[in-house]
């Protein structure tokens, strides 16, 4: 549970260092959390903020549309500024720019979800009748 919570802070810390998706961060976290703790699992799936990108991720293997723009759009301005003021070297500025094309591709390769964040109900590791006392 200590990897999986050191993962969690990093998915949360996310817009600090924008070139990076929370998404994977937090689907990471979640799968750690689902072999290690059932609880913490349940937890970060009902969270208000969190659990929707992870439910709508496994559901319907979905990004939302606002989360595609903000994320393509932070990257690409990173990596921009990266090549234009900070890179000297020619050859890592062509490598800056084929990781954002191909980060681009990745998340432009999942389905785009419209109604942004509306998850259908919460997953749970658990049968319906088997919740754990502490979820009662």
């Known amino acids: 549970t200590h990897t999986a919570k050191s993962i969690?802070?990093?998915g949360i810390a996310q817009p600090v260092w924008q070139a990076v998706l929370l998404t994977p961060f937090l689907l990471l976290s979640a799968a750690l959390y689902f072999k290690s703790s059932p609880k913490l699992y349940d937890w970060l799936l009902g969270q208000k903020h969190l659990g929707p990108y992870i439910r709508n991720f496994r559901e319907k293997k979905?990004?939302?549309l606002r989360a595609?723009?903000?994320s393509i759009t932070l990257m690409w301005g990173s990596m921009l500024y990266c090549v234009a003021y900070l890179v000297p070297i020619i050859w890592i500025k062509f490598l800056l720019i084929a990781i954002a094309i191909g980060v681009t591709?990745?998340?432009l390769s999942y389905r785009t979800l419209k109604n942004?964040?509306?998850p259908s109900a919460h997953l749970?590791?658990?049968p319906p009748n088997e919740q754990p006392s502490s979820y009662q």
Request: charged share 15%; hydrophobic share 55%; no cysteine.
């Open 116 to 118: 942004d964040l509306k």
């Open 8 to 10: 969690l802070a990093l």
């Open 68 to 70: 595609k723009i903000i």
């Open 105 to 107: 591709y990745h998340i």
């Open 124 to 126: 749970s590791i658990y």
């Open 62 to 64: 979905a990004i939302p």
